[in-house]
């Protein structure tokens, strides 16, 4: 098939592809479950929380897509292990499962920065390391990592969390050189901040009463004058684990509405 005469429509199709997703039962995680189930991809939804992983499935499957939902916690490599040796047939693997936290190299405390980096580092590797066998097994795929600004930009109160996706972004590369020749691509999306259940629970906490001041102080932070939307976030890693972007790896996309560029 000639890519200059190819429909996008087709160039962007996962028909036949075996889509995993961590972290997949809401925000940014369920946005890319459902836009690669519209794509055509079996979508696999990873997340600790079965009810509510088991109720996005359900969602996508109603619509007509194809779906499972596995519980699984990205920070035990047993369950990790076990769900991807269930899955075998894994054509894309989207690292998107990871938490946040507030403070600076002082206020951190060892447990939270324990907890940033089993989530956030460590389940990022044992998804890649009880994966990528399967990929090679399977003649190749691509992965995205789903990173942060936070990982370059030097966010203030972001001590732990800018080191955890700084790490993400190492993995990245890592990968991509390391399994270029196994016909596996690996890029990362690094977001600004995305308007998630969980901006909205952190806003709800932290400023009660005040919640739709500080939306719009957030929202201000991006020069284009609002946060990011998860489905957003889906199209780019769509394109990324298309045929359309079969030349690109080992990239890091940032998503962060004129943040880097246009600041200041």
Do not use: W
Not at 244 to 252: C, E, K, N, P, Q
């Amino acid at each position: 098939m000639d890519p200059n005469t190819t429909p996008t429509s087709l160039l962007l199709s996962l028909v036949g592809k075996s889509a995993i997703v961590t972290g997949a039962a809401s925000g940014i995680g369920l946005a890319i479950a459902e836009r690669f189930a519209m794509s055509g991809a079996h979508v696999h939804l990873l997340d600790r929380a079965p009810a509510e992983a088991k109720a996005a499935a359900d969602g996508i499957i109603a619509a007509g897509f194809k779906a499972t939902a596995h519980a699984c916690d990205v920070t035990s490599v047993d369950e990790v292990r076990r769900t991807m040796d269930t899955i075998k047939n894994i054509d894309i693997l989207i690292n998107n499962a990871g938490i946040a936290h507030i403070g600076t190299a002082e206020t951190t405390t060892p447990e939270d920065f324990d907890r940033l980096l089993s989530v956030n580092v460590k389940g990022v590797y044992n998804c890649l390391n009880s994966a990528l066998p399967h990929m090679v097994q399977g003649g190749g795929g691509a992965i995205v990592n789903i990173a942060s600004i936070a990982a370059t930009a030097g966010l203030a109160d972001r001590f732990a969390y800018s080191t955890t996706k700084g790490a993400v972004l190492a993995m990245t590369y890592s990968v991509a050189r390391d399994f270029i020749s196994k016909g596996i691509r690996c890029n990362a999306i690094s977001p600004a901040r995305v308007h998630t259940p969980f901006v909205d629970g952190y806003l709800a906490r932290t400023y009660p009463g005040r919640e739709a001041e500080m939306f719009a102080k957030l929202s201000e932070s991006a020069p284009i004058g609002r946060m990011g939307q998860p489905h957003e976030v889906a199209s780019l890693a769509l394109f990324l684990c298309s045929n359309a972007a079969s030349f690109i790896t080992g990239v890091d996309y940032p998503l962060d509405g004129g943040f880097f560029n246009l600041h200041g």
